[in-house]
């Protein structure tokens, strides 16, 4: 069973290296891709001096539909000339609205394609969309790297395992990914001997996965580094990854956005395609 309903969600014309992955991974699929254009009014009513605000709201709500109309205009276009199924819808939100509006469609969803939201040069609105997809919609995210896809992506993929529950359900999610794999490896990074998996971390997931036939070997590192994004990262360019498989979040989104964590990290520096789930 693949993904047949993909949904991506644009806020500005610059997402195209987004939207064309989205099209490349609904035509891989043959599924049906969902465009979700989203005009953001950043304002809040409210903030302006006495008597203004009504209008000033006004205003900006109607820069917002615009940018809206024109943005979906801008996806017709572009999906027009392709082969696959596909729908667009647009709407007007403020920021604090982003979260009802994505994650409805985000739970109807198999799955969600997007850009890295921390970094240089992303949307404004890419964090909101992105915990939205993965929170309340409870979809797996597809992270497209700033180079976009790379061709046939997702032949040698890398599975970052910690046990967590948010782990094991990013691999339920990328089931269809890891079963049209060349090789998958199970990544286990400093794993604690009192852990619930003992001295054999990784075993009962890769003989899980090697009952769906899939060809899968499990390495141990040691923490080499502080930061376990680096070790990963690492990792996949020395196995040649195409993509990693993790599970996003397992703190809360308050304490990553304070601290910082393995999601957040791996979220801005993403070099090759990342499915994160929760």
């Given at each position: 069973?693949?993904?047949?309903?993909i949904?991506?969600?644009?806020?500005?014309?610059?997402?195209?290296?987004?939207?064309?992955?989205?099209?490349?991974?609904?035509?891989?699929?043959?599924?049906?891709?969902?465009?979700?254009?989203?005009?953001?009014?950043?304002?809040?009513?409210?903030?302006?001096?006495?008597?203004?605000?009504?209008?000033?709201?006004?205003?900006?709500?109607?820069?917002?539909?615009?940018?809206?109309?024109?943005?979906?205009?801008?996806?017709?276009?572009?999906?027009?000339?392709?082969?696959?199924?596909?729908?667009?819808?647009?709407?007007?939100?403020?920021?604090?609205?982003?979260?009802?509006?994505?994650?409805?469609?985000?739970?109807?969803?198999?799955?969600?394609?997007?850009?890295?939201?921390?970094?240089?040069?992303?949307?404004?609105?890419?964090?909101?969309?992105?915990?939205?997809?993965?929170?309340?919609?409870?979809?797996?995210?597809?992270?497209?790297?700033?180079?976009?896809?790379?061709a046939?992506?997702?032949?040698?993929?890398?599975?970052?395992?910690?046990?967590?529950?948010e782990?094991?359900?990013?691999?339920?999610?990328?089931?269809?990914?890891?079963?049209?794999a060349?090789?998958?490896?199970?990544?286990?990074?400093?794993?604690?001997?009192?852990?619930?998996?003992?001295?054999?971390?990784?075993?009962?997931?890769?003989?899980?996965?090697?009952?769906?036939?899939?060809?899968?070997?499990?390495?141990?590192?040691?923490?080499?580094?502080?930061?376990?994004?680096?070790?990963?990262?690492?990792?996949?360019?020395?196995?040649g990854?195409?993509?990693?498989?993790?599970?996003?979040?397992?703190?809360?989104?308050?304490?990553?956005?304070?601290l910082?964590?393995?999601?957040?990290?791996?979220?801005?520096?993403?070099s090759?395609?990342?499915?994160?789930?929760?």
């Amino acid at each position: 069973m693949g993904y047949k309903t993909i949904l991506t969600v644009v806020t500005t014309k610059d997402q195209q290296t987004q939207l064309e992955a989205a099209i490349d991974v609904t035509r891989r699929e043959d599924g049906h891709l969902e465009v979700f254009c989203l005009g953001v009014d950043h304002s809040q009513a409210g903030y302006y001096y006495a008597g203004a605000s009504a209008y000033v709201f006004q205003e900006t709500i109607d820069r917002a539909m615009a940018a809206a109309e024109d943005l979906e205009a801008s996806v017709r276009d572009r999906l027009g000339r392709e082969d696959i199924r596909w729908s667009v819808e647009s709407a007007v939100a403020q920021v604090g609205g982003l979260t009802t509006l994505i994650g409805m469609r985000a739970r109807y969803s198999d799955l969600v394609v997007l850009t890295r939201p921390y970094g240089d040069d992303v949307s404004p609105d890419a964090v909101a969309v992105t915990e939205a997809a993965l929170f309340e919609g409870s979809a797996p995210v597809l992270i497209v790297p700033d180079g976009g896809l790379p061709a046939d992506f997702g032949q040698q993929i890398i599975v970052a395992w910690n046990q967590s529950e948010e782990a094991m359900t990013a691999v339920r999610r990328a089931m269809p990914l890891l079963a049209a794999a060349k090789a998958v490896e199970i990544t286990v990074i400093d794993p604690s001997p009192d852990g619930p998996e003992g001295a054999d971390p990784g075993a009962a997931l890769a003989q899980m996965l090697d009952r769906h036939g899939i060809a899968v070997d499990v390495a141990v590192l040691a923490r080499t580094q502080t930061l376990i994004s680096d070790i990963i990262d690492r990792r996949a360019e020395e196995v040649g990854a195409d993509l990693i498989v993790m599970g996003a979040y397992g703190h809360s989104r308050f304490r990553q956005a304070i601290l910082g964590g393995a999601t957040r990290n791996m979220l801005g520096k993403a070099s090759i395609p990342i499915l994160m789930a929760r």
